[in-house]
């Protein structure tokens, strides 16, 4: 099981980026974390081995990157599987038939495919609620609730959940709070800073930042919870392969960087979307029109690139996903390059239409993922595509006036 290498923790957040996990290679002084590609290990003999055994259960590039991750989240303990799905799926196996758990009924649509098309057929039980309101978070709370499950924000709805209020109330009743922390990263918020058990990313995303790997993350600050997970780790084996692992490990020494330029692009794309649709169209929580846009100034140090907005119409989200050049219409966010999606039919069809309305998941809305291109390129993009349906929309806008 990996453990973050102590002194990493008194460090900042950009140095942990950059050094957390790795030390030169003991053989050869290598700067760079070596990919170990190898599926075993020579044994001295019978029961002597150097700690490594069989590379499902261990491998030392992938724990270069356990250790970083767990480093910057403020963890302990970092398990690297081979998707966010995977991740999340290996959590689930901690808990047994009839666990309750409640969860935000707005996260990514795999994580309710998951649950409800997968796990509840093995006896686990899922409530959702509205993510924004801790009160019905507590009351969903019944006596097999294990633990309360949050994404935030939410994906695509950029809907927040107040961590501190959260983790003070999983704490006083007994249950873990598990994050997925994708959106945000641990360089704006830090989950364990407000009492969650477990944090867990798709890696896919911002820490590997390069759209060239899929992968994902778990970190815990609790050793015997952290025996559990390696436990299932080696047992059901979801772990990625050295090279992605590296991959990720690559990407997170830049994550600093990126996410400040994700969020200064990610700022002003958002107020100049606002200025074109009118910011009751554009969900940002970096803007101040955002319902939680207290919160999120009080639990994240920075909004991050993700903005979603209503365009009204499939017919002219389609128009407009069309005529996007810069943006590439492509499922998946976090990377260096801008892409747009249409959630509805692409990274939340799996979510039921009802589901999906009673959300707010229309099928006018589209989602972007501001990469860190020359922001001018990026505003160049959005008004040659949603110019002429912005004039469409303010000459009905003032015409209802
Ligand atoms: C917020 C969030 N969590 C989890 C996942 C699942 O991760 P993966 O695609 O790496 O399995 C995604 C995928 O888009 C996501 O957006």
């Known amino acids: 099981m990996t453990r973050v290498f102590d002194d990493d923790l008194d460090a900042g957040i950009a140095t942990r980026a950059v050094h957390a996990g790795q030390r030169p290679d003991p053989t050869t002084g290598a700067i760079m974390t070596p990919v170990y590609l190898t599926s075993t290990y020579a044994q001295d003999g019978l029961g002597q081995n150097k700690g490594y055994e069989y590379a499902r259960g261990r491998n030392p590039t992938r724990e270069a990157l356990e250790r970083n991750v767990a480093a910057l989240e403020g963890g302990t303990h970092g398990f690297a599987f081979s998707s966010g799905m995977g991740c999340l799926d290996s959590i689930m196996k901690l808990f047994q038939l009839g666990d309750h758990f409640v969860c935000a009924e707005n996260m990514y649509g795999g994580t309710p495919r998951l649950f409800d098309r997968i796990l509840s057929c093995y006896g686990l039980k899922f409530s959702y609620v509205d993510p924004r309101d801790t009160d019905a978070i507590e009351d969903a709370i019944v006596p097999e609730t294990k633990a309360v499950i949050l994404e935030t924000p939410t994906n695509p709805m950029m809907r927040l959940t107040d961590l501190a209020a959260a983790g003070e109330l999983a704490n006083r009743r007994g249950v873990m709070l598990i994050v997925d922390n994708t959106f945000a990263t641990p360089v704006f918020q830090r989950p364990f800073e407000h009492g969650a058990h477990i944090v867990y990313h798709s890696s896919t995303k911002y ?10 993350i778990a970190v815990v600050c609790d050793e015997a919870l952290a025996d559990r997970l390696q436990f299932i780790l080696n047992a059901a084996g979801a772990v990625p392969g050295p090279l992605d692992s590296w991959l990720v490990l690559r990407g997170t020494k830049t994550l600093h960087l990126r996410m400040a330029a ?52 499939r017919e002219r989200a389609a128009r407009i996903l069309q005529r996007l050049r810069v943006f590439t219409l492509a499922e998946s966010l976090g990377g260096v390059e801008s892409l747009v999606c249409h959630p509805a039919t692409m990274t939340h069809a799996s979510v039921p239409p009802e589901r999906r309305r009673a959300i707010g998941i229309t099928d006018g809305l589209i989602r972007f993922s501001v990469g860190v291109e020359d922001v001018n390129d990026l505003l160049n993009d959005l008004e040659q595509a949603l110019g002429s349906e912005v004039k469409g929309q303010r000459s009905k806008q003032s015409a209802h006036r």
């Open 262 to 313: 994700h969020d200064a692009n990610g700022r002003r794309i958002a107020h100049q979307l606002a200025e074109m649709l009118g910011e009751e169209n554009v969900i940002y929580p970096g803007l101040a029109s955002h319902p939680q846009h207290a919160l999120a100034k009080r639990q994240m140090s920075g909004f991050g690139g993700m903005i979603s907005v209503e365009v009204g119409s």
């Open 207 to 216: 820490l590997n930042g390069h759209s060239d790997m899929v992968g994902g």
